[in-house]
């Protein structure tokens, strides 16, 4: 498989993986941030889902890359959409776990508040995912996961760095789930422009076939 990988900025991605079924590298991308016209990365995305995700977005079907990319319903489909999800993301610019954990916090807090769904079952979820990331150093090349099964609302995050043992945990309040989802998903507002352009991509491309 090692020729096959697919390269995020440097950085190799194998084109599938399998948790309880294969799913594809159908994403990816990264994130970053411009500061004095010099671009820092700080991450490698890969968006892996089940081929299947294509018979939940049957009213796209015809549609270009350009016309999905702006379209925040399709994005909406893709989160609700009752299949396997898997977000892999490498460490690119090495942060406290901390920094992740509270940008992550933010925004879910934010998108939730804004649709009034934030009470303390969620405060509560945010905080242990918070606590999570504050444990833990984001070193270069460190991978944090975030699963996603498809009959449940819960997500398992895992974080692996050279050296040390894998750590998880579980999120079982399906309103921040969802929103995690729609921090790497979230078309308009999503974290990382490059990977909702390449889902659209290859998410047209498979809707034309």
Known sequence: MGSEMV??????FPPDVTVTKPLSLLGHGITDIEIHFLQIKFN???IYLENEIVAHLGNWKGKTAAEIAK?????????????????RIVVI???KGSQYGVQLESSVRDRLAAIDKYEEEEEEALEKVAEF??????????VITFHFPATSHTAEISFATQGKEEVKMKVENGNVVEMIQKWYLGGS??????TV???AENLA????K
């Open 133 to 142: 990331f504050q444990a833990i150093y984001l070193k270069t090349d460190a």
């Open 205 to 208: 491309e498979l809707l034309s």
């Open 44 to 46: 490698a995305i890969g």
């Open 189 to 194: 507002r999503a974290v990382s422009p490059t």
């Open 7 to 12: 390269m995020v900025d440097g950085v190799p």
């Open 197 to 199: 352009n390449k889902l």
């Open 71 to 87: 379209d925040d319903a399709f994005f909406e489909a893709l989160v609700s959409a009752p299949v396997e999800k898997l977000f």
């Open 93 to 95: 610019k090495e942060i």
